[in-house]
């Protein structure tokens, strides 16, 4: 019988698309590492599309969900892939990036059962009282970049963001979310990462919370003096998007320190 396999979703950003998050359309993504993650520790990587209109992410309107119901189709491609491809019920993962963030925290609060841990890059959930608190614990590991002009570390709404982004919680705050939920002491592991960057405008620091890998853990990676860009040495976007976006951190790569911290981790 073929051996079971992990699974990782990818949740691509507003104005991307799955080609583009895979590598396969300009500018290459950071999480299309995933594809030589996947080949090295034989997982499945599946990288949905968005369609018309984006994600009905988590500050999608009922009427919206009623029209387009994203969490309801990973659910199906979740079902798809453990009947079709060898998945492994118990090792199944969702990573989303800046509005595929927002979707990403929409299937964990949704779908925790179907999860064995989550991560979002460059989001913070919404503020209280815009939607239903999570009740489920789930290992949530969150990165944030503290000069991101588009979707704030520190919460609210840029003024010039318009019809692009909603007012966010910070991304302490969300982390925080996740913490308290799983019953995790406050006071986490610090590691603070070796600088690349000569002129040293960017750095990382990494807070673990949870002390077994295996276990229930929340992780948080603060991006001192990036922008709204995913932090990676060998995909770098060009520079006409670091005008617009914000610095790119080189410290870590993204992907490798999402599989880091999914590896060891199943479904309770």
Known sequence: MPEKRGLVVILHGAGASAEQVLGLAYPPSPLSLWLDIAARENLIVIAPDAGKGGWSDCFASHARVAR??????????????????????????????????????????AIPHKLAAFSVILAGMPPPGRITMPTTPLPALIFGCTADPLIRYHGGKPWYAFGFAEPVRSIEDSVQVWRELAGLPDTPVVHKLPVSDPQGRTSVTRYLWGEAAHQLQVGLYRIDGAGHAEPSRLKRYPRFLNWLTGLQNADLEVAEAAWEFFRDKQAR
């Open 68 to 109: 387009k119901n994203d969490v309801s189709f990973i659910d199906a491609l979740i079902d798809h892939a453990i009947a079709r491809h060898q998945v492994d019920p118990a090792r199944v993962y969702l990573i989303g990036v800046s509005r595929g963030g927002w979707m990403a925290y929409a299937a964990a609060m």
